[in-house]
C-alpha cells in the first residue's frame, strides 16, 4: 500500500493555487482535535518560528493559511483515495503494552507514529514534488497537533474513548469520550482560536527548549501517561451513563490546554529543523 502512496498522491493531491483557493473556500470542518484546537496549536508555532522559516513556508503554500492546510487531511480521509490515511491520525495500545515495542507495518494501514516519521522525511528530502511538499505539511502540522490529545494514543477495547459514551454537563444527548477531548474541553470558553493561544503561549525559554528536544515516540508515550486522568471519572453516573461534571472539566481543562501549548511549540521546533536547519 505505502509504495503507491506517492503516485496516489499525485492524482489525487492539490496544487499549490488550487489548495490556496480550496482552503478559502472549504467550511474548514474537521473531525479529530477539533478545528479550534487545531487552530490554537497553529498560531501558537506560528509565534515561535523564524522568519525564514515563516517565509518558506508561505511561499510553499503561495499565502494560504497553515491553520487552514493543516485541517485539510481530515476533511479527505473519508474519499476513496484516500481511506487508509484515517489510520494514520491515532495508534491503540493496551495499558500494559509499550509503544516501543508496537511494529508499525508499512505493508498494513500504519499509524500516527508511522505517519508522523514518513511526513518528517518527505519534508526533509530536497527531490520531493511541491505538491507532495504542501501534502506532507498539512499532514504533519495535522499530526503533531493529533498526538498529543490523549486518546489518540487510545486504548484498543474502548477504540480511544470513542465507544465510551458519557453525559457532558447539562446537554441532554450523550456523546463519546474522544469528543469530549477533541473539542468539548476546549469549546468551553468562548475566546477565539488566536485569543486563547495568546493566553496558553507563556512557556519559558527551558520548556521550550525540553520540549523540542523530544522525538515522536516520546510524545506517545507522554499522552499515554494521560489515560489514566481521562478516565478518572469519580462517582458520577446517572443512570447507565457517566456524567462529567463541572468538576471533570475542572481538572482536566489545564491538561489540555497545556497539551495545546507543548503541540505547537513542538511544532514549531518541526519546522524549523524542515526548513532553517542552520538556524539561519
Known sequence: MFKSLKSRFCRQGLGPVLIAVWLLLSSGSAL?????GHRIIIA???NHISEKTAESIHQLIEGAELAKLSLWPDTIRR???WQNSKYWHYINVDDDQQLSAVEHDENGHGDILW???????????????????????AFLSHLIADIHQPLHVGRQDDRGGNKVRVKWLDQRKTVNLHQV?????????NETPK???RRLDQASDQQITLWQQTEFLDWANQSKALRSQVYDFGTQIRGQHIVLNTAYVERNKPIIERQLLV????L???LESIFNPQGL
Do not use: M, T, V
Open 32 to 36: 479529530s482535535f477539533g478545528a479550534d
Open 44 to 46: 501558537i508555532a506560528e
Open 79 to 81: 474519499l476513496p483515495e
Open 115 to 137: 505517519a508522523l516519521q514518513h511526513f518528517s522525511n518527505q519534508l526533509k528530502d530536497p527531490q520531493l514534488g511541491r505538491r507532495e511538499q504542501i501534502e506532507a505539511l
Open 181 to 189: 477531548w477533541d473539542r468539548l474541553l476546549i469549546s468551553a470558553s
Open 195 to 197: 485569543q486563547y493561544a
Open 263 to 266: 503541540a505547537g511549540i513542538r
Open 268 to 270: 514549531a521546533g518541526c
